[in-house]
């Protein structure tokens, strides 16, 4: 069985940590595993990477970047590594394409669209906690993005929320405490799915 798992969020809410944690323990019980994330480490992510920092770039153009970067992602590292036999964890997923979006006040019909068109992963992780932890976590952080302000980031978290909703199968983890508890947690749902 191909297994692709995906832990997206909004930011500050562990989706980075958790994927490395959850990457690590299935290794340790002996699984192959790709960790990977996104925006990708080629040549369109440091495109991306940039346009974040800088804060100029148009709302659509740079989800569409988003969208380019992804289907790159998929031909060149997701779908060759489910090929071998490897189980894939990937940090961000379309997901935050189409929520990023929205909390813009952008039409992501056309988003939708593309993005359906990529492989959809076989589990799908929300890391959620509530939306006062994530502002607080966010305050610590000494660079900010573009998105990385309260009104947008509460349109974000809601995002999140009401996707989880529409969607059937999305798991919705509270990472607003223990994180080994967390982990944990999130490790048994991944191996009850394999």
């Known amino acids: ?3 692709f798992i995906v832990l997206d969020g909004p930011d500050a809410t562990g989706t980075t940590t958790h994927a490395e944690l959850l990457a690590a323990r299935l290794t340790k019980e002996g699984h192959s595993v790709l960790l990977t994330s996104e925006p990708t480490d080629g040549p369109i992510g440091k495109q991306i990477r940039q346009a974040l920092r800088a804060g100029t770039m148009d709302p659509m153009e740079l989800q569409l970047l988003f969208t380019k970067d992804r289907a790159w992602h998929v031909e060149h590292v997701i779908e060759p590594a489910l090929k071998a036999g490897k189980i894939v964890v990937c940090d961000r997923y379309w997901h935050s394409t189409i929520i ?13 669209k593309l993005n359906n068109a990529f492989i ?5 992780f929300f890391t959620l906690p509530p939306i ?7 305050a610590k952080r000494t660079e900010k ?22 969607q059937n199968g999305i798991r919705v983890i509270d990472t607003s405490g223990d994180k080994g508890a967390t982990a944990e947690t ?9």
Do not use: C, W
């Open 100 to 112: 990023y979006a929205g909390a813009q006040g952008l039409d992501s019909t056309e988003l939708k």
């Open 120 to 124: 959809q992963p076989s589990l799908v």
């Open 145 to 166: 993005e573009i998105f990385e302000k309260e009104e947008m980031q509460r349109k974000i978290h809601d995002g999140y929320a009401n996707l989880a909703k529409e």
């Open 1 to 3: 069985m191909l297994l």
């Open 186 to 194: 999130i490790y048994r749902i991944a191996a009850e799915t394999l």
């Open 132 to 138: 006062e932890v994530s502002l607080k976590r966010m």
